[in-house]
């Protein structure tokens, strides 16, 4: 199991913690294939495996897709969407993928992710058009999802999803009766209902919001029609309410609150009529309904301009483009469809493909928003711009993987980023870089520590750490080398931190805390006693002067510091106490764990089983969580022969979702052997925790020699981020084993 050792920003506080979290297991890294360009323009790409920045700049392309899969099913749809719909090519396609989306809606359905199962059928809708829907022509798929979305949601009272489900039941079954009673009823409900609102605003923004919820999925005319009629209504009853007063006698806060939302309403008015017409596709249409409102407030001129151009222009790309940001900060689906419209009309214009790669960014599709930054250099090599917003974007990317866990996916998005930086500083030396190399090469070593490429981790954060007072990386650096036993070394990096000094003296504080604490770990695992507590004692001292000064946010950290302060001290009471206040603040995972595999890496049954216990009940940890801290208090009672607690187990007698831990469990129930245990543990990280639990078990069989052994070999995996690891570490030095 996996934690970061990084540190947060504390704001204006501070800017480094600890940050301690593990990584899911069985992760899977994903590489990101870059879509094929049907664009008659580009037909003749060359075909390579890498990018170059030279004047010949060649893009990687793949062969058009001949299996859909579950793996490519997202790199499918982008392509459907920019092909041109109604031809028998799309229509295969779309078949294809709605197969594909049917069989992982039904799985999701079957695991109870019912969210995840309207997200599928969701998506499969924005695969046809109003016409389709109405007609029918949705084929069996978007059938057996209907049936299941009405049945679900509609006894839940989900008035927006029961009312698409119905649309489309009723345009595939349209000899069916009971469809439209059903629906007939539940519009004479949406309206009856709301009559019992006391407060008309709230009556009509609540209606409104039901039929826009419809509207940007299913866009038929019954439900465009209902929403620009409630538009209206709400045009007309907020404009008298403001211009007559309707606000008196209301307390304050309401009144301000009805004020404010009221203008706020009447201001979107023109936004929110082209939206609609957009929706319906015909955003050109709604020039007269918003032409009613010139002069009156909600007028939008700049919005109506636009509007106009697409009348006296209907092929013009560039409206399209317009209308794309006008949608692009509230409905980035929307705003991805402008896009698309604009490029079929004008596809070698290469600002139409940064357009949908920068949507697609917004929505965190990484992969799709790189497949057309690379269209975009296809179309158009020489322009720089196209580079930085690629820079950004797999800076980003990497980021996202880095915090989602999926160090091997970071490791890949890192390499392509070194690969355009690089060539960018060759073809365009005399700009600006968006990515800083050491910021790079910082990242990189942190992916590295992550993933057990110490060598490689240890240059990296050496080489970011000396060019810049990096703390992060230098602490991270710190780590490496006291596991590597470099004690000297380590000392040298941790005397380097307590002398950093930063414009807040709050943070400079925190640093030198975290510094001399380290520095003191360092002198006890040298045997140097009374070093340790004099380090130990600077640092307790100054964290005591910093306490009042921190921010909740941050307070379970320091009062878990202050706990093992305390107790490298011989303050048990006062650490146990600490530890206590602790797990009472937010960010309770990383602190249970912090807590809990300190305790045991100290071999301190009872703290543990104190702060193991308060963890047990906590329904804010989520049950993988408590699986492990199960295995870890459950280990140190066979340690030391103490097992006459049986509230641990019930972490996997209760329930039982069969993933890892639940394996872990079974093998330390043993319900499971050994062997069956290693076909489960299908990855690097899985056997290194394999060991260390292992380790336990013989240490409970009295099997001292192995479990010594065992407890080097999780040391000497490299995977020093992990939990498992730091506590090896600390039972060997605790029991003078470490060599």
């Known amino acids: 199991m996996l934690y970061f050792h990084g540190y947060y920003n504390l704001l204006i506080f501070m800017s480094l913690q600890n940050l301690q979290r593990k990584i899911k297991n069985g992760k899977k890294v994903v590489i990101s294939i870059l879509i094929s360009l049907l664009l008659c323009f580009c037909h003749n790409a060359p075909r390579t495996s ?9 893009i990687p392309v793949i062969p058009e897709i001949q299996t859909i899969t ?19 090519d799309y229509k295969n396609l779309r078949d294809k993928i709605l197969s594909i989306i049917e069989s992982k809606h039904k799985s999701a359905v079957e695991a109870k992710k019912t969210e995840e199962g309207w997200d599928f059928f969701r998506n499969a809708l924005k695969l046809f058009t109003p016409e389709e829907i109405l007609a029918g022509e949705t084929g069996e798929h978007i059938d057996s999802m209907a049936k299941w979305a009405y049945e679900y949601y509609s006894p839940l009272g989900d008035e927006a999803r029961s009312m698409i489900s119905l649309i489309i039941l009723i345009g595939k079954h349209p000899e069916n009766q009971d469809y439209r009673n059903k629906y007939t ?28 919820q419809v509207a940007s999925v299913v866009p038929v005319p019954a439900v465009t029609t209902k929403l620009l009629e409630l538009y209206d209504e709400r045009y007309k009853y907020f404009s008298k309410m403001l211009d007559g007063g309707g606000m008196q006698g209301l307390f304050f806060s309401d009144a301000y609150m009805k004020y404010y939302f009221a203008n706020y309403s009447l201001d979107k008015t023109t936004y929110d009529i082209v939206w609609v017409y957009t929706k319906m596709g015909v955003p050109q249409e709604s020039f007269d309904t918003i032409t009613k ?13 636009i509007i106009n151009e697409f009348i006296q222009n209907p092929s013009e790309a560039n409206n399209w483009l317009k209308l794309s940001q006008i949608f692009s900060d509230v409905d980035t689906d929307e705003a991805l469809e402008c896009c698309r419209r604009g490029w079929k009309i004008a596809p070698q214009d290469y600002r139409f493909a940064l357009c949908i790669a920068e949507l697609y960014q917004k929505q965190q599709i990484f992969e799709g928003a790189e497949e057309y930054l690379n269209i975009a250099r296809v179309i158009n090599p020489g322009e720089p711009e196209i580079y930085v917003k690629l820079m950004k974007l797999l800076w980003d990317w990497s980021g996202q993987t880095i915090k989602d866990e999926k160090m091997g996916e970071a490791i890949n998005v890192l390499d392509k980023l070194e ?73 040298s990096v941790y005397e380097r931190i307590s002398k950093v000094h930063r414009d807040s003296k709050i943070e400079t504080r925190y640093l030198k805390i975290q510094a001399l604490q380290k520095i003191g770990d360092i002198e006890r695992l040298k045997g140097h006693k009374k070093e340790a507590t004099n380090y130990y004692s600077k640092a307790l001292e100054i964290l005591e002067s910093l306490l009042p000064y921190i921010s909740l946010d941050y307070l379970g950290e320091l009062y878990s510091m202050e706990g093992e302060l305390n107790f490298r001290l011989g303050n048990k009471e006062s650490a146990l106490e600490s530890f206590r206040t602790a797990v009472s603040f937010s960010d309770k995972v990383n602190i249970y764990g912090k807590i809990l595999s300190f305790l045991m890496g100290a071999m301190d049954i009872q703290s543990m089983a104190e702060i193991y216990h308060l963890a047990y009940t906590d329904s804010e940890i989520p049950r993988k969580w408590k699986g492990y801290f199960s295995l870890w208090y459950i280990g140190l009672q066979k340690m030391l022969k103490m097992e006459n607690d049986p509230i641990p187990y019930q972490v996997f007698s209760l329930t039982k979702e069969n993933d890892w831990v639940d394996k872990l469990g079974d093998y330390y129930r043993g319900i499971i052997s050994l062997e069956e245990l290693n076909k489960s543990a299908l990855d690097t990280e899985k056997k290194v925790e394999m060991k260390f639990y292992r380790a336990m078990l013989a240490a409970g069989e009295g099997k001292k020699d192995e479990f010594y052994k065992l407890l080097r070999e999780t040391i000497d995996s490299g995977y020093y981020a992990f939990y498992e690891t730091e506590i090896a570490f600390e039972i060997l030095s605790e029991n003078n084993q470490l060599k």
């Open 419 to 491: 690969k355009v930086l690089k060539g960018f500083e060759s073809r365009w030396p005399e700009r600006k870089t968006p990515i800083v190399w050491n910021e790079l090469i910082k990242r990189r070593g942190e992916v590295e520590y992550y993933t057990g490429k110490i060598e490689e981790a240890t240059e990296h954060l050496r080489i970011a750490g000396e060019n810049s007072e990096d703390t992060e990386s230098l602490f991270l650096l710190g780590k490496i080398l006291t596991f590597k036993k470099q004690l000297d070394e380590a000392n």
């Open 70 to 88: 579950p793996e490519n099913l997202e790199m499918a749809m982008r392509r459907l969407q920019d092909m041109d719909a109604g031809g028998t």
């Open 293 to 305: 409102y010139k002069g009156k407030r909600g007028y939008d001129p700049e919005i109506a301009k």
């Open 185 to 212: 009823t539940l519009i004479n409900w949406i309206t009856e209902a709301r009559k019992s609102f006391d407060d008309d605003v709230e009556r009509i923004a609540n209606t409104i919001e039901i039929y826009k």
């Open 50 to 58: 890498s990018i170059s920045l030279q004047e010949k700049t060649t």
